[in-house]
Structure formats: C-alpha cells, structure tokens
C-alpha cells in the first residue's frame, strides 16, 4: 500500500511595507517635519508643518492614506503657483 500524498503548505502571505506619515515641508523645506493625520471620525485629514506652522486639511474617505494628504497639498501648492504665474503673465501682455 502507498502512502497518502501530503499537501504543500501555501506560500506565506507578503507583507504590506507601511507608507511614511512624515515628509518634508514645501514651504521651509524641512525633511521629515510635516506630519500627515488622518481624522476618520470626521473625515478629514490634515497635514502640518512643525518648523514653520503651515497647515493643509481636506476630506477624506475610507481609502485614504497620509501620503494621499501630503500628495494633494503638494498639487494644491503647484496649482496655485501656476495660477499666480498666469496672472503675472497676463499683466503683462
């Protein structure tokens, strides 16, 4: 009689790396001194500078990461920028 054949043990799960909660301020330039928080219960996330006091909010959702926050304000920044250039542009003409 022959032996029953064992089952192979599934490959181990891989694990997620964590996103980084603190990142560098646009406006000092600071490393590592904006500090993302995410507010679930009242759907808001928040991004603030410890250096120079500069702060972003906006709503989130359940998907939302910190790095989702620092990453809008950055679009937010570069928005406003081009707008301002624009302007300034059009002054001139």
Not at 41 to 52: M, P, R, T
Request: aromatic share 6%.
């Amino acid at each position: 009689m022959g032996k029953r054949k064992s089952r192979a043990k599934p490959p181990p799960k891989k694990r997620m790396d964590k996103l980084d909660t603190v990142f560098s301020c646009p406006f000092c330039s600071h490393g590592s001194s904006v500090e993302c928080r995410i507010d679930m219960k009242n759907l808001i996330g928040e991004a603030i500078c410890g250096i120079c006091q500069e702060s972003f909010s906006m709503t989130i959702n359940a998907l939302t990461e910190p790095v989702d926050v620092y990453s809008e304000w950055i679009d937010e920044c570069e928005r406003v920028n081009n707008q301002e250039e624009d302007d300034a542009a059009q002054r001139s003409d």
